[in-house]
């Protein structure tokens, strides 16, 4: 069962967490709240990774665990800035680009990788709409769309990142 779970856990912890930060820069969620998530995500994290480390050796999978390691990084910086800083900081919004712009380096590494039966303009469209994502979430403030430009830009990964990790569920 727990292998079940770790192959098929980030089908939806990935579109759960980007719809959390994205309520978050709503204000759906308190501050409070962000900080205990974020405890609860560095702890699964790290729990995924050691459970998974001897199967990441190599291949497309060893690009991965470059990304949870690197991400888990990033997200204890998060952590830190969120438990001592009383609003969203500079380190919050670097771990967020982090969590764009890593995973779309891996999806582009796993597109060039997999057979053309494994759907690799899945993980190119992931990387790319994880680069617009970004530059949405950065340049929000020269962006008009109606909606807040983070919100947009935070779609656009969740969006991407989610389609990638559906795919690699269903392949392997």
Request: net charge positive; glycine share 8%; with cysteine.
């Amino acid at each position: 069962m727990f292998r079940r779970l770790r192959k098929n856990g980030s089908v939806f912890l990935v579109p759960l967490a980007w719809t959390f930060i994205t309520a978050a820069h709503l204000g759906l969620v308190t501050r409070e709240t962000v900080l205990v998530a974020h405890v609860v995500m560095t702890t699964v994290f790290v729990l995924f990774t050691v459970a998974s480390w001897s199967e990441m050796r190599s291949g497309i999978l060893y690009a991965w665990k470059l990304v949870l390691v690197t991400g888990t990084g990033f997200t204890l910086v998060g952590l830190a800035a969120l438990a001592v800083a009383p609003a969203y900081t500079e380190p919050v919004a670097v771990m967020l680009s982090a969590w764009m712009l890593v995973p779309s380096a891996a999806f582009v590494y796993t597109a060039r990788n997999v057979a053309p039966d494994e759907a690799p303009v899945v993980y190119r469209l992931a990387a790319a709409l994880g680069v617009l994502g970004w530059v949405v979430y950065v340049c929000g403030p020269f962006v008009s769309l109606g909606l807040p430009a983070a919100v947009v830009g935070l779609t656009l990964v969740n969006v991407g990142q989610t389609a990638g990790i559906v795919n690699a569920g269903y392949q392997y």
